[in-house]
DNA sequence: GTCTTCATGTAAGCCGTTACATGATTAA
DNA sequence: TTAATCATGTAACGGCTTACATGAAGAC
């Protein structure tokens, strides 16, 4: 029951910040949500016919030198619907973790670390991404939008590096 | 390509433990791995019966007073099967957070709070969960197995205190 | 001229959830 | 005797991924 389908949240949530096409939507989260909200390559233009007919987005032909480009931007009715989105409980993430799943049928010692490196290195990289976006960030003027957004990926920075600081802890002490 | 489907490693992982019913799987699970790996009422048996046709376990009718149960039993293939994934490389999640995508639009501080707070509350109920979950496995006899499940069950544990820290600090500020 | 990026889609197929179904046993 | 738990499934639907398709513009 009920929508499942979040990718219409991610898309206005784009929207909602200034008119952009279905290409840049795809780009931009290609560089800035992939790592807590991946959409692939085939929703988003089909997402956006169905935001069009539900009059939640406005869609404009809009031409770059010869290059033809749908941009849409966001409706007053799409603002609602995304407003009332953001306030609304948010539901848990379907918990899929396979690396955990491991962890609770690892049998040895041994196979533990091993996963508990592997995991290492994972999140090591994903922490150094993480610092990157933040320079960036941090280099742009400032906005009250830059300090929010500074802060969301605070959060994510702190626990990765609470995370890689167990792990490194609990590597060193098992060999 | 290759295997996406990863409800029989969960199923074979409880059956390397010891022989067990579709039904215990599934309490055990609703039990256990809950929090990190959900699978739905429906999964279960019909996965058990594709596992039986590749020789991966092995189904025998038992009677406990009078009520039927198939209890099924890993077999050697079933265990090499296991054991390869165990050892192979854990892929990542798909990121879909709804919380951080909620968290990446917020516009202002008073909606990020409330934001901060669900979670709060969301997380404090996990980790009052996992450390009744740990108490109960404490009181058990110790084996080496019991090592590793409360060594699997404090990396949770302690990545959620961080988690807990942070936003019980974050929303003091904010106020 | 060729490669990359821009730009927009369709189609097949698997995966997983929800709802639907059934029936026996045991505890209250 | 009624509710809960044990016990085992089927079917429909929707979601998401992968692969497939196409074509223009600009860079090198």
């Keep these: 029951m009920g929508i499942i389908n979040k990718t219409r949240y991610a898309i206005l949530g784009v929207l909602h910040e200034g008119p952009t096409s279905g290409y840049e939507i795809k780009s931009l989260m290609g560089r800035s949500t992939v790592y807590f909200w991946r959409e692939s390559d085939s929703t988003i233009y089909p997402m956006l016919k169905v935001l069009a007919m539900e009059g939640k987005v406005l869609p404009k032909t809009v031409y770059v030198g ?6 849409f931007s966001i409706t007053e009715a799409g603002r609602e619907e995304f407003k009332a989105w953001l306030e609304s409980p948010t539901g848990s993430e379907t918990p899929r973790n396979e690396f955990l799943l491991k962890l609770f049928f690892v049998a040895d ?67």
């Design 66 to 71: 010869k290059k033809k480009k749908e941009v």
């Design 109 to 175: 010692r041994k196979e533990m670390t091993r996963l508990f490196q592997e995991r290492l290195e994972k999140i090591e990289g994903i922490y150094k991404e993480y610092k990157k976006i933040e320079e960036r960030l941090e280099s742009i003027a400032d906005s009250p939008c830059k300090t929010i957004r500074l802060k969301a990926l605070g959060y994510g920075i702190a626990l990765l590096e609470s995370e890689i600081q167990w792990l490194t802890n609990e590597i060193g002490r098992m060999q």
